[in-house]
């Protein structure tokens, strides 16, 4: 059977086409590092890093939700212990103020200062987040919650949960609970300490504001408690996750990036392969036709 000139062109052609095809494909791997730049080039692998870069971003979406959470939680936190500090001194004036070897001048003047802590709880209550948010306020969050008028705390925000997704499907409230009966509780327990050091009702300082004072210790120790679980348990949740992401990311480095190395042998493999290409078909494009006659 004869070979027409036509018919070796076409080869040529088709085998330079290929070989340069194959030469492209592994530069542009070594230039970009990456095993494919289209689904077509390796579908199981796309298709695998599709579906893994789903799932990474629904978990990076979860961990922003929780460094909200964390946010919340840990300037409730901050504000909490100051409180303490509040609440230690005012039982310590408390304590002063019953005694019957205190004056009522001292009195008085512990009657001032039990004014200044209401001032600081007050301020405490008010306490503003990221983006001047009042961690406080409920949901009416742009909303200053709390002011002091007539000798009593008076709430202007709401009782509503801050939520955020921590887990497919599960939420954590990420704001204090019964913060307006929380804070105004504990500013009533402070007006009538203050009213009774004024008075000098050492009866009523030992056996009703000693008592009243501790129980405002203690309701404030069991919000700490609670506040300091979810602390912990954004923790955890964060920690897990960052783990979870890191294998996920080593997933998708697998199905999508190169090895270096290996690349740019095959790089020069293909470089080889295409010149050799060319190659044969300039020697062959130099037969006439009685090359072909003989």
């Known amino acids: 059977m004869r070979v027409t000139s036509n018919y070796q062109y076409d080869v040529y052609r088709n085998n330079i086409r290929n070989a340069q095809e194959n030469y492209f494909l592994a530069q542009q791997r070594v230039m970009t590092g990456k095993k494919f730049t289209r689904v077509s080039e390796d579908p199981v692998s796309a298709l695998t890093s599709l579906n893994v870069r789903s799932l990474r971003s629904r978990l990076e979406q979860l961990d922003k939700n929780l460094m909200v959470a964390q946010e919340y939680t840990g300037t409730t936190e901050n504000s909490l212990d100051e409180l303490n500090s509040v609440l230690k001194r005012a039982y310590t004036l408390t304590i002063?103020?019953?005694?019957?070897?205190?004056?009522?001048?001292?009195?008085?003047?512990?009657?001032?200062e039990i004014a200044s802590l209401q001032q600081r709880l007050v301020d405490l209550s008010n306490t503003q987040g990221v983006g001047g948010k009042f961690i406080f306020a409920g949901q009416s969050s742009d909303t200053k919650p709390f002011s002091a008028t007539g000798g009593a705390l008076t709430f202007a925000g709401d009782t509503l949960p801050i939520n955020v997704e921590v887990r497919p499907n599960e939420v954590m409230r990420a704001n204090l609970e019964n913060a307006d009966t929380f804070f105004t509780g504990i500013y009533a327990t402070l007006e009538t300490l203050r009213t009774d050091l004024l008075g000098g009702d050492v009866g009523l300082l030992s056996d009703q504001d000693v008592a009243a004072v501790l129980g405002a210790m203690d309701q404030l120790s069991d919000a700490r408690g609670l506040n300091a679980t979810k602390l912990q348990e954004i923790d955890r949740l964060r920690t897990e996750g960052a783990r979870r992401m890191d294998d996920l990311t080593k997933t998708i480095s697998d199905n999508e990036d190169i090895d270096l190395a290996e690349a740019i042998?095959?790089?020069?493999?293909?470089?080889?392969?295409?010149?050799?290409?060319?190659?044969?078909?300039?020697?062959?494009?130099?037969?006439?036709?009685?090359?072909?006659l003989r």
């Open 96 to 112: 002063q103020g019953a005694s019957d070897a205190t004056t009522q001048e001292s009195r008085n003047a512990m009657a001032n």
């Open 265 to 292: 042998t095959k790089m020069q493999m293909a470089e080889t392969a295409y010149t050799a290409s060319l190659q044969v078909a300039s020697q062959g494009f130099r037969l006439s036709l009685m090359d072909f």
